[in-house]
């Protein structure tokens, strides 16, 4: 029978997997509301002081004509013209802001601050989508390939020297560190200066951008009262696909790093074991290999 086939799979595997995924998605959304509910609610009094603050200080004006002038924010807000400043604002359509949101496209990010309001642009928006995504997708996944076949040679580490072992390692070691340097610690320290943000601000807008989130709260670029300059956006951008293309290289690295650690870990612990005089053996066996494409 056929369904004997599914049930040992849906109860072994599948089941348990559904059940910790739940489960995790109950506990984020009981860790975000007990942690955002508060401050939501404060925000939300604040915002209707002001307006009655506002209604105080301009008798002239009544409840519904605030509203209304809220409306009129409001969504120019969603159609990405910022309120604050005035018509000489930088454009959200110049070249290294097109450049920027087409990135964000094809990556996915979709920072929700800014999107197409004409039906043309719509329209080319998803016919876009639906040609770069795949195309992104290729793109970073031919990167890991070309990785492992460059680090095929360190497959067969296990017949080389302990000291070619150990300089592998650390140059594994070593790359990763400068990576995450490059590409995780140090644009944030430069969006932080250039946007005013603290340290703590740049990296959760670095980790949030990477990861293909992109809430929006933060986003380089914006602030009418800064003046950028013209390609800032646009190497934004470039920082984005480098960025993607880097964890599409290291994340193979890094269960393989882990791997050969452990490994030189056995091996240093057996060599103390026999110049302490434990008893010799014929050798420490050999850790299972993990190949570069796992």
């Not at 097109?98 to 964000?104: K, R």
Request: charged share 15%; hydrophobic share 45%.
């Amino acid at each position: 029978m056929p369904h004997a086939g599914l049930c040992p799979c849906w109860g072994g595997r599948v089941l348990p997997l559904l059940l910790a995924y739940v489960c995790y998605l109950l506990l984020g959304a009981t860790i975000f509301q007990l942690l955002e509910k508060q401050a939501e609610a404060q925000s939300r009094d604040q915002f209707q002081f002001e307006k009655l603050r506002f209604l105080e200080n301009y008798t002239c004006l009544d409840q519904q004509a605030l509203e209304q002038f809220v409306q009129v924010i409001m969504e120019a807000w969603v159609k990405g013209v910022n309120p604050k400043g005035n018509s000489t604002n930088p454009s959200n359509w110049d070249f290294g802001s097109s450049f920027f949101f087409a990135g964000t496209v094809v990556t996915t990010i979709g920072y929700g601050n800014l999107a197409p309001s004409t039906e043309a642009g719509q329209v080319f928006c998803v016919f876009y989508a639906l040609v770069g995504i795949p195309l992104n997708v290729v793109f970073l996944n031919h990167l890991g390939t070309g990785l492992r076949a460059h680090l095929t040679a360190l497959e067969r580490w296990e017949d080389q020297p302990r000291r070619s072992q150990l300089l592998q390692t650390l140059g594994l070691a070593l790359f990763l560190a400068l990576g995450t340097m490059l590409i995780l610690i140090f644009p944030p320290m430069v969006f932080s200066h250039v946007e005013g943000w603290s340290f703590g601000e740049g990296f959760y807008f670095a980790f949030i951008t990477l990861s293909t989130i992109g809430f929006g709260d933060y986003v380089v670029g914006t602030d009418p009262s800064k003046h950028y300059i013209s390609v800032y956006r646009t190497l934004a951008a470039i920082w984005i696909l480098m960025g993607l293309a880097w964890l599409a290289l290291v994340l193979p690295l890094g269960p393989l790093l882990l791997h050969r650690c452990s490994q030189l870990w056995l091996l240093s612990r057996g060599l103390g074991l026999k110049e302490g005089g434990a008893p010799e053996t014929d050798g420490l066996p050999r850790p299972q290999k993990i190949p570069i494409s796992a």
